[in-house]
């Protein structure tokens, strides 16, 4: 099957915030996510909700971590014990997107793996948190301050502010 590409930013994806969840049933290799999940990896969400096989997921897994990616959801599935790790996805848009997933292997009524399921939170190398910046930061609080206030002027100035920084003022 050919798979097309899926970039998210038509669906408005913020992965500051954002986790996506998966199951994965073993037997018939088959990789159910949300769109989250989606993202991320960079497969459409139509494929996803009828079941990826894998191998579409885990190409994705750059190439110096795939080695200890694909071990460690090995061992994850013998053991049923729980796996997490942090790895990084060349993700089909061109963007290096880092990955912390946490995963389980469930086991069927005869105790052999059946179900891995988990989730996976990212962020984008090159784009760091707002909340890491603290001049948005400073803003966030000067603005909460005016509001406090009522001081409209400076309230106007300091929304427009964040707004340049990429953020947006909270109610």
Known sequence: MATSKYTGRD???D??????????DLG???VFADSVFAYIYG????????????EQVIKH???DDMPRVAKALHETIVSGKPCHQTYKISHPSGKSIVVTGQGRC??????MPSIYTG??????NGVKSNDADPLASHCMEALKLAKRRRHA?????LTSALGALGRRAEN
Do not use: M
């Open 15 to 24: 992965l500051k915030d954002a986790v996506g969840f998966f199951s994965w």
């Open 61 to 63: 897994v750059a190439e």
């Open 11 to 13: 669906k408005g994806v």
């Open 106 to 111: 469930l086991r069927n009524g005869e105790g």
């Open 43 to 54: 497969i459409p969400p139509h494929e996803l909700e009828i079941g990826a096989p894998i």
């Open 28 to 30: 018939e290799n088959k």
């Open 153 to 157: 002027l400076a309230e106007r100035y």
């Open 119 to 124: 989730l996976v939170t990212a962020e984008e």
